[in-house]
């Protein structure tokens, strides 16, 4: 495929089309109840497949347009839609935020972890990134999990700072970093 940006071990990755509207909306709905425990976008208007055309016609070309790349990541073998992450802008120059979600058939098999190192080496190899930020939410171990794994350095927690869209609860945020230096000091 042409527009692939990079490859890992088990996934392309490259940014996502209107063409990826059903994929995208099938994982979503699959995996409701858990991305709106943990994902400060999943209110319940963001359900709708017209507000994930939103995303992928409008929000993802805004943010292209700031600097930021979101991507989707499709399994090299079944060319499913896995995981959905990327690069987003912030106000500081050249310094970006990333996260993830995926698959509920995907999770648990490492793919989180395999993206987001592939995002932080085109962040900081090819993307001009000189910092990538991260967070999660109290009680999100996987990605705490996914976060340790990639060498991201602890930098705050805010008290209370996200509220469960599934259960109301004020959730304390845990921030980390990692800077070109770090990882390319982690990577030689």
């Known amino acids: 495929m042409s527009d692939i940006l990079f490859e890992t071990e088990r996934l392309y990755l490259r940014m996502p089309t209107l063409d990826d509207v059903p994929a995208m909306q099938d994982i979503k709905q699959a995996n409701w109840p858990e991305l709106q425990k943990w994902m400060n976008w999943a209110s319940d208007d963001q359900l709708s497949v017209d507000a994930t055309r939103k995303f992928i016609g409008e929000i993802v070309q805004d943010d292209f347009k700031k600097g930021g790349c979101i991507m989707f990541s499709f399994h090299k073998v079944t060319n499913d839609l896995v995981m959905i992450g990327g690069l987003n802008s912030t106000d500081d120059a050249n310094t970006y935020s ?81 800077t070109k230096d770090r990882w390319m000091a982690l990577n030689r």
């Not at 972890?113 to 000189?130: P, Q, Y």
């Not at 927690?157 to 869209?165: D, E, G, I, N, R």
């Open 98 to 178: 990333t996260g993830y979600w995926g698959n509920i058939q995907y999770l648990g098999q490492g793919f989180a972890t395999e993206m987001t190192r592939a995002t932080l080496d085109f962040a900081f190899v090819n993307h001009g990134a000189d910092k990538v930020v991260i967070s999660y939410f109290e009680g999100n171990e996987p990605s705490k999990r996914v976060i340790d794994k990639c060498g991201f350095e602890f930098v705050e927690s805010l008290p209370k700072a996200h509220q469960s869209f599934a259960t109301g609860e004020m959730m304390d945020e845990h921030c980390y970093a990692m």
